[in-house]
């Protein structure tokens, strides 16, 4: 059977918030079978559990955030996307503000905290989003569609005029269910255009934005002393937010998605599309781990299996 997973034990870490600028407590926690990804705001009493749902979704500009009220939590995507790759299905994330902290702008820091809090398999079937048929949004010369295929396949395009773009890959694709996320896409950090980082910091966002936590550019040039990760780390990036903004499925899913020019937005866009869509998906478990379409890294130095 492919089994559901939650984390070994617990693990903590902390960092700056990016729009905040001031530091934010993490705490990656087991939860039972069957129970999901929920946040929880250890600042607020009484706190409310998030689930980390498309339809507790409260924002999508600059970053995904979930929630109501006083009772939010943004910038969840990378974070997802760690779980996802990983395949948690049950964790509850703490976070001592409204914030998950930007850590060094990629997942790979949350790769790391989930390999120390370690990943065991509970006595319940893994429940995988299939796709069934094909469902597409778009919005002008952007789209975002979900396509029947065995396996996790996500393609990611970016179309970007600046020149400090050219020469660079502008596509991005794999298999997820079968190249390793924590190698192919978690250390791919966000960017930013420094002149829109002193707009936004002018507007009380992005004060925690740097070197140490995104690629910055600006028309000609990657700022940041150390370069880049990956010849493609922007595009990488982005199919990293799409990983972590398509896990408010509520399930890891079994097909392609395919994006152009997309991002927060129109990713939950294409995600509320197809959970409306009750004749595109069906939800499946499968009896032998073996031969199901759908893998998962067993993180180095995990508790055993
Ligand atoms: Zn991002």
Known sequence: MLCQRTLAGVARTSGIGLHSGSEVHLGLHPAPADSGIRFRRSDLRPAR???ARADRVAGTRLCTTLGSGDQQV???EHLLAALAGLGIDNAVVEVSAAEVPIMDGSAAPF?????QAGIVEQPAAKRCLRVLREVAVTDGDKSAAFVPFEGFHVSFTIAFEQPVFRGRAARFERDLSRAAFSAELSAARTFGFVHEVEYLRAGGLAR?????NAVLVDDYRILNPEGLRFQDEFVRHKALDAVGDLYLLGYNLVGAFRAVKSGHTLNHAAVSRLLATP?????VTFSDAETAPLSFERAAGAAPL
């Open 208 to 212: 925690g934005g740097s070197f140490d």
């Open 49 to 51: 559990d998030i689930p």
């Open 74 to 76: 943004a910038t969840v």
């Open 111 to 115: 790769v790391e905290l989930i390999r």
């Open 279 to 283: 004749d595109a998906w069906e939800v």
